[in-house]
């Protein structure tokens, strides 16, 4: 009797060790993917702020030019 029940906890024991290694696994998995999300993010972002930083300096420029034709016309 007792070597029965031995053998059954030692069975769910092995269940239950697989359920957790399949759930890490998982969740390794999700850990990956919001890695390389946020890097795309972080890309994105870079990529946007170096827009901002041309378009900025594009309209200090037009606002150069607007000033001399400004001061050209008077």
């Known amino acids: 009797m007792v070597a029965q029940e031995v053998r ?3 069975s769910e024991t092995a ?5 957790i290694e399949t759930s ?4 390794e998995s999700n850990i990956q993917a919001l890695m390389e999300s946020m890097e795309q993010i972080e ?3 870079n990529d946007q ?3 901002v930083q041309h378009f900025s300096e ?4 037009l606002n150069e030019i607007t000033e001399q034709m400004a001061l050209y016309i008077r």
Request: zero cysteines; aromatic letters at 0%; glycine letters at 0%.
């Open 58 to 61: 594009a309209i200090e420029k």
């Open 43 to 45: 890309t994105a972002s």
């Open 24 to 27: 890490l696994k998982t969740i």
């Open 15 to 19: 269940t239950a060790t697989e359920q």
């Open 49 to 51: 702020a170096e827009q």
């Open 8 to 10: 059954k906890l030692s």
